[in-house]
């Protein structure tokens, strides 16, 4: 059976580059050269490999409680609220802040001194290292489960310059927590070969969907490492929308009156007003353990500034508290928003308070690589695609109206939830806390 409901796709990637400044300038700590390391090369595709697999003696990675968990993805929920108010613009957006913070987290853990304490304030992290490990790892692990019926896939690879004798403990650090391993590439040689290689390992991973993720020049003789992220999710509503009942409806958009097509669906949702907000929440769950989109609606079809603008880590997290379950008349525009060109990272990261990792004569990476090799943040790219419409598996939206379905015929009215505005939508994994997709529909029209 064909499945094309809720689609959306994402990576981010950082970039280290060398530089001609001697090793011992700046605050950078001196360090004797190490001798070459035979790197891990990838198993998906043989012709890139290089060397034979380096024996790994992964660290373990200690299990962490469900508080110490919860408390580590509330962090980092606080850097995708801080992330999406100054990367989303003003129009339809689709962003990852989690994607990003995976591949600040690779970065993070070959830092050092005040250049590891920079992003780790910036990814408000306040818990010891090895808890946001232990969180990550086990968070990784249940995203990438494979026995699932629905399409979840996050995950990790370093690109590094052949030449480069990275760490062996860095290697199996990123390798146990965030499963990521390094194909070796000849960035010195054929930098723009390298380019199109990580490009066509992204679309390979996001069916697609991203293309192009590092444009032409993002890649130099220079480069050293690219750390990459992808995530693809694609799940069905719990309760699928009737292709028959979508419309034509109103849609008030900044620009004027829009006609789109309008799903419409009838059913018990958990559903709460936030009067002091001036908005109001639906959780619209998936056919898929733990996951769920909510749509942040404001009262008033010009409210979505004062609600952005409100959306404090905190506010959001009593959002999307779950309320009651009414019945509810819920009326929600199909909407498809991909991004044309990558968004770069460095101007953001660096308002965000990560700079030393950007200054050759500051940044500190010599737990991935020698001081020799000089390394430093060049840029960081990120591309996102959501699409959202009706379609889902009969069989699973049986089971599901089964399950949500009351046993005596409904006699309350429903409550409305007409989204015929510009709205916020989160996808989040309630079983870890993580906010996997944060943005904005302010005209629906646009991308379809």
Known sequence: MNRSPISSVLLAALTACSTSTDAGSGNRPAKPESPPVSNPTP?????????????QSQPEIEPVSKEAAAAVFDDLNAFSVDFFARASGTDNAVLSPASVALALGMVHAGAGGETADEIARALHLSRPTAEVHGALATALSR????????????VNRLFGEKTVPFESGYLDLTGAVFGAPLEQTDF??????????????????????????????????????????????KATWRDPFSESATRDQTFV???GAKKVPMMRKVGHYAHKKVPAAGLAVIHLPYDADGFEMVIVLPDDSKGLAAVEKAMSAEALASWLAEGDWPRVDLQLPRFKIEMPESLRLSGILKAMGIERAFDHTLADFTKMAPAEAQLEISEGFHKAFIEVDEKG?????????????????????PIPFVADHPFVYVIRDTKTGAILFLGRVVDPSAGT
Not at 43 to 55: E, I, K, L
Not at 143 to 154: D, F, G, P, R
Not at 216 to 226: E, F, I, Q, Y
């Open 143 to 154: 995203w990438n489960a494979e026995e699932q019926h629905y399409e979840l896939a996050v």
């Open 253 to 255: 958009a900044p620009s």
């Open 393 to 413: 598996t009969e069989a699973a939206a049986a089971t599901a109206l089964g399950m949500r379905a009351g046993a005596a015929p409904p006699t309350d009215e």
């Open 43 to 55: 198993a998906d595709d043989a012709t890139h490999a290089q060397t034979p697999p380096r024996p």
């Open 188 to 233: 010195a040689n054929s930098p723009d070969a390298a380019r199109q290689r990580i490009n066509g390992w992204v679309e390979q991973q996001t069916h697609d969907r991203i293309k192009d993720l590092m444009p032409p020049g993002a890649v130099t003789p220079a480069s050293r490492l690219v750390l990459v992220n992808a995530v693809y999710f």
